[in-house]
């Protein structure tokens, strides 16, 4: 479903990502973490097509980010660590603009917005400008625009951060029945026990370079992901 | 005193950046826009206090004389309150009721208070900036004029440093109750364009009106004096006590001066910290399910540029003031055509041609101050991810803006382009000049705003009236209107008037804006969309 193979991406003269490869299968759910700075936001918005990148290739569903982006993203799902959505809009309009972009007909639209806005308990927020929503609402927002055309691979950037106890319960719950439908996720996160329960498949990435990817089994062995964690760290100073 | 100088710088520095802009020591490129800003500054600077001191030698000249010097310093001084008033309002409402820091400044260990008073001396900075811009000039020319005993100039630095205060007095209570309205509102845009339409046309009356009010006030001096005195005592004894030393003249002025800012600020601090923290926001829109209609991905971008135009008040006034002056213009061009050439101080008579080209050549000039797209990358800012992340091409999103902005400033064109030529009539030619050409211009500066704005991004910005009023994008496509109007007229009139027809030059350069329009596409295509798809990394 996504094969990253050799990325490298700079800005000026700092690699952000450096000769990065890894390969997500369907119906698999990767984590990626790494420290603050390591390079995870930018191997994300590469994937995504956001940002350009010198070296290597992407696929999605077997099509090249680089030539034909507008197919891989319409494979894919992203949400950003901050949702910036378009505060001029209800939210309402917002997921019907993104409805729109993606083709979805006017049937399926009202049926899938209402399940998932029922399901994140944003129904009755919906007519709301998104100005008026707090991070939360923004990040539930994002997550349902997000889910509205079934994508085949969803990529997401601290999904966790703002959502309460029950949203996050929810979402866990929507990442794996995607899963189990044959969708990807490949998401990252900086809480360590998430990734442990949730993920398939963990890629460990420190100062741009990929130091460790495997199912969870072979990572952490019979420690806790966050003790591989560390120790990974220290053995790649 | 500890605590409020930190504060008043931040206050301070986010005013500064809500107005100029910002400059990275290590960026040429920034370096070159300050310096072409500086440029344009001094230019207004010197244009508007050169006029001020035209207007202010005049008025000392011929009230002095006439023993009405009272009547100088009070018109100053009323003049000083109203620029401080018009130009500091909606910084006062924006500052004191509408700061999105405030909860960040109150979280620190400082006193509501002192958030409040280092909010109002960061506006009283910016209202010190405006008074000298026309006590300056006045004091100069009444010196030279006439002359000032040592009490009255020690009562004119006095009355200087105090007549921003009663301005800011006032301003506090219209952004009080304004502030009120608007966060009760749903369609609080809609009013708050209104009230800078009013502000705005209130200015340019005046304005446009100002030699004859002068003529009045040299002509029927006594009565005016007469009433001034009578009106606005607090003025006709700043007049007195500059121009007479009169100490006693000068104690009323002070009192009447502190009273409105005292007042009003002892109001506010007893307050500041219910409005800073309260979320007066419009009342909850109830969700109704509704039949949700579909539309394809591009109708769904031009929609969404649409809603984003006419969601920011300042982004109307500023992008869209051509289309709506194109369509007051011709509707007075065609019921009080003397008012029109009133404000272009010229006269029918005066120009060679007949009303439909005039009304061509003035649909052209609103069709050049068309500005919507010109802001249109940079307006994105942090949401520029949604666009990219979404499955359309990037040509695509960038001509969704150019067609925002040709529907936007099109459509009020159209109309205005319908009514003069129902009005007036013409022969094809004439016609083709009027309907063509100012048309086609809206497309080009469509085009040309999106190619400046992506060569000139700014998506860094915390108030989105940033990009839209000062973004280095916006002032280039001033330029580039400009240029695009001047050079066909010059054109004309130094080279080609001898072998054309005024209307077959006006529909020529149409078709000129047509072919100009054609390779700005092709540009974009290609070259835009390439650095839309590298900004932000």
């Known amino acids: 479903m996504l094969r990253i193979e050799h990325l490298t991406k700079s800005y000026g003269a700092k690699k952000a990502v450096d000769d990065l490869s890894l390969q997500i299968n369907p ?7 790494g420290h603050n700075g390591a390079g995870k936001t930018t191997t994300i918005k590469c994937v995504c097509g956001i940002l350009q990148f010198e070296e290597g290739e992407i696929y999605v569903s077997g099509h090249s980010v680089k030539k034909d982006p507008i197919a891989c993203k319409r494979e894919l799902a992203y949400i950003p660590d901050n949702p910036d959505l378009y505060e001029f809009l209800s939210g309402i309009k917002y997921l019907n603009f993104i409805a729109d972009v993606f083709g979805i007909g006017e049937k399926e639209r009202a049926e899938r917005i209402h399940r998932y806005a029922d399901l994140f308990e944003l129904t009755s927020d919906l007519a709301q400008p998104i100005s008026a929503y707090s991070h939360g609402m923004k990040q539930k927002l994002a997550l349902i625009s997000a889910l509205i055309h079934n994508p085949k691979l969803i990529i997401l950037d601290e999904p966790f951060v703002g959502l309460d106890p029950t949203a ?14 044959g969708a990807a996720i490949f998401f990252s996160t900086h809480v360590l026990e998430v990734a442990e329960k949730l993920c ?20 952490k062995g019979d420690e806790s992901l966050e003790s591989a964690f560390f120790e990974l760290e220290e053995q790649n100073g | 005193m500890g605590s409020f100088r930190p504060v008043f710088y931040v206050t301070f520095r986010s005013l500064i950046a809500t107005m100029f802009p910002r400059y990275r020591r290590s960026d040429p490129q920034s370096k070159r826009r300050v310096i072409l800003y500086a440029l344009l500054f001094a230019y207004v600077f010197i244009t508007i206090v050169g006029g001020e001191a035209a207007l202010f030698y005049s008025l000392a000249k011929s009230l002095g004389p006439a023993g009405y010097g ?21 910084l006062t409402h924006a500052q004191l ?7 960040q400044l109150l979280s620190l260990p400082v006193r509501p208070g002192v958030v409040l008073f280092a909010r109002i001396a960061s ?10 811009i026309v006590a300056a000039p006045a004091a100069v020319m009444w010196i030279a004029a006439n002359s000032i005993g040592a009490a009255g100039a020690v009562f004119l630095v006095l009355a200087v440093i105090m007549l921003p205060l009663p301005a800011m007095g006032v301003s506090i209570l219209i952004a009080w109750i304004l502030s009120a309205v608007f966060s009760r509102l749903r369609g609080s845009n809609i009013l708050k364009l209104l009230v800078y339409l009013l502000f705005f046309a209130a200015y340019f009356y005046v304005v446009s009106n100002l030699n004859e009010y002068i003529r009045t006030l040299i002509s029927r001096g006594a009565e005016i004096a007469e009433a001034f005195r009578r009106g606005a005592f607090p003025l006709y004894h700043l007049g007195l006590a500059v121009t007479e030393g009169d100490a006693v003249s000068f104690f009323i002025f002070a009192v009447c001066a502190l009273a409105p800012f005292v007042i009003m600020t002892a109001l506010l601090s007893s307050r500041f910290l219910k409005i800073a923290t309260t979320n007066r926001g419009a009342r909850k829109v ?25 969601s920011i008040p300042a982004y109307i006034l500023n992008g869209g003031l051509g289309a709506l002056f194109s369509i007051v ?34 649909l052209c000039l609103f069709s050049a101050l068309s500005l919507v797209s010109a802001a249109s990358v940079s307006i994105e800012g942090n949401t520029l991810w949604i666009a990219r992340s979404l499955p359309v091409s990037t040509y695509d999103i960038l001509l969704a803006k150019v067609a925002s902005h040709s529907l936007v400033c099109g459509v009020p064109t159209l109309i205005g382009a319908i009514i003069c030529a129902v009005a007036f009539g013409s022969g094809i030619i004439g016609l083709l000049a009027l309907i063509i050409t100012p048309l086609a211009l809206v497309v080009t500066m469509g085009f040309a705003g999106v190619v400046i704005n992506l060569r000139h991004p700014r998506l860094d910005w915390v108030n989105p009236v940033q990009p839209v009023k000062q973004g280095a994008a916006v002032l280039i496509s001033m330029l580039a209107g400009a240029a695009l109007i001047l050079v066909p007229g010059m054109l004309y009139v130094f080279l080609l008037h001898r072998i054309m027809d005024v209307d077959f030059m006006i529909f020529l350069t149409g078709v000129v804006y047509i072919g100009i329009s054609i390779l700005l596409a092709m540009h974009l295509k290609d070259k835009g969309a390439r650095l839309y798809e590298g900004l932000g990394g």
């Open chain 2, 97 to 103: 009721f509408a700061a999105k820091d405030n909860e």
């Open chain 1, 168 to 181: 996050s319960f929810k979402l866990k719950q929507t990442m794996r029945e995607m899963c189990n439908e």
């Open chain 2, 286 to 310: 109830a969700y109704r399910q509704k039949r949700l209609k579909a539309s394809g991905a591009r109708t769904a971008f031009v929609k969404k540029e649409l809603r984003l135009f006419f």
């Open chain 1, 27 to 33: 119906g698999e759910i990767c984590g990626f973490i």
């Open chain 2, 329 to 362: 213009v011709a509707v007075l061009l065609v019921v009080r055509r003397d008012i029109v050439f009133q404000m272009f101080q010229t006269s029918p008579d005066a120009l060679p041609f007949g009303a439909p080209t005039v009304a061509a050549l003035m």
């Open chain 1, 200 to 219: 398939d498949k963990v890629a460990v990435i420190k100062r741009g370079r990929l130091i460790a990817f495997g199912t969870m089994e072979e990572i």
């Open chain 2, 70 to 90: 009272w009547l100088y310093f009070a018109l100053v001084g009323a003049l000083v309150i109203a620029l401080c008033i018009v130009g500091e309002l909606f």
């Open chain 2, 123 to 132: 506006l009283l900075v910016l209202d010190y900036i405006f008074t000298l």
